[in-house]
């Protein structure tokens, strides 16, 4: 701990304890702000790899280091499973003097806040949780914005009206893109159908290769996935139909059959939180950005597969989600029995949203794996 850290400690501890007695659990302000280079560790599940989840994670942190230049200092873990191995890393980094450290697995959740506890000066950041504390926030990004833009292109490009859907794991995450997928694409071709095949994984590219081949063999001319590997892009451009990538840009496994990338750019995130927690200036409310903040998108449109009257739509519907004149599950909303789940001038809640257990109309699939 540097003389100018432990002076600026002294200066502050007044105004610091003053303001404890009005912090709250969840909302309250970060650590203070750190001097010299800030130790940042972020911890993946598997490794960065060239597509997926974790390489854009890998690709925002790198925002972060590029902006932030010298003022951050980064170290990346990789391969640390949803485990007890998981705790002894978190542990390991805050002890060694990380003042932010970052989880980028939903299964992380649960240890990474045990571990806070423990280290009240250290900010810890956890993607897609829903656990917060004085010095432990978590973030994620509404990708269904984007898998619901997908569905509008999809349902202009496809000319079987079957849309095949690669999908990971049924929890709420994975229903809710499924569903924004579907309502996408019936909001201009109402007649279509999206099909659901699961494979009980996010990362098993044979799985994933399988349940591609599967849907094309049901007729669907798009494909779309919720799952880590180009697996499904590759099956798409050897079948002579189309698909969208997950995560990341996919269109290099793809260059005919991409249609575009459901996407995160963490890196907004990333420098944001990063910058505040510096300052002195963060804060453990829950972020959940989206279209509008730019942290997802559908990116990298293929002009020669996507027409222009699609590309024209997709436009109107990006502005209207920023603008926030839409909402993929504004009412009336149905599920595949025909029930009533949404009413009309009334919109899905975030508390439905994140137990989400229904397909709507439209989807061929099951919630059982």
């Excluded at 600026?8 to 304890?17: G, K, P, Q, T």
């Excluded at 449109?301 to 004149?325: H, K, S, Y």
Aim: hydrophobic share 45%; net charge neutral.
């Amino acid at each position: 701990m540097t003389e100018r850290f432990i002076l600026r400690r002294l200066f502050v501890r007044a105004a610091l304890s003053l303001a404890a007695a009005a912090t709250l659990a969840v909302g309250a302000s970060s650590p203070a702000a750190a001097a010299g280079p800030l130790g940042v560790s972020i911890v993946y599940l598997g490794n960065p790899g060239d597509a997926g989840w974790t390489h854009a994670h890998d690709l925002g942190i790198a925002a972060a280091e590029k902006t932030l230049g010298p003022q951050i200092k980064v170290t990346r873990i990789e391969n640390v499973p949803e485990n007890a191995d998981a705790e002894r890393v978190f542990r390991d980094r805050a002890a060694k003097g990380d003042k932010v450290v970052i989880g980028t697995s939903f299964g992380y959740m649960d240890a990474m806040l045990r571990v806070s506890r423990d280290f009240p000066d250290t900010v810890f950041l956890h993607c897609s949780g829903y656990k917060s504390a004085p010095n432990f926030g978590n973030f994620n990004g509404k990708v269904y914005e984007s898998a619901y833009l997908a569905g509008v292109v999809a349902g202009y490009v496809s000319k079987s009206h079957v849309l095949g859907f690669v999908g990971s794991v049924p929890i709420p995450e994975v229903v809710r893109n499924i569903d924004a997928f579907a309502l996408g694409a019936r909001s201009v071709a109402p007649q279509t159908v999206v099909k659901v095949v699961w494979v009980s994984s996010w990362f098993d590219p044979g799985k994933e290769r399988q349940a591609a081949e599967t849907l094309v063999g049901l007729g669907a001319d798009v494909l779309m996935q919720n799952t880590d590997s180009t697996a499904t892009m590759a099956v798409a451009e050897q079948r002579g139909v189309h698909a969208f990538g997950w995560d990341s840009d996919m269109s290099r496994w793809g260059p005919h059959a991409h249609l575009g990338s459901v996407a995160y750019d963490w890196g907004i995130y990333y420098t944001k939180a990063i910058d505040e927690i510096r300052s002195g200036t963060w804060t453990s409310k829950p972020v959940y950005w989206g279209v509008k903040e730019g942290i997802t998108d559908l990116v990298n449109v293929n002009p020669a597969a996507v027409p222009p009257e699609a590309q024209r739509a997709l436009a109107e519907r990006r502005a209207a989600l920023v603008a926030g004149r839409i909402d993929p599950f504004a009412g009336p909303l149905k599920d595949q029995s025909g029930k009533l789940r949404v009413a009309a001038n009334a919109t899905l809640s975030a508390t439905d949203a994140n137990r989400l257990d229904w397909f709507v109309e439209g989807v061929d699939g099951k919630l059982v794996q």
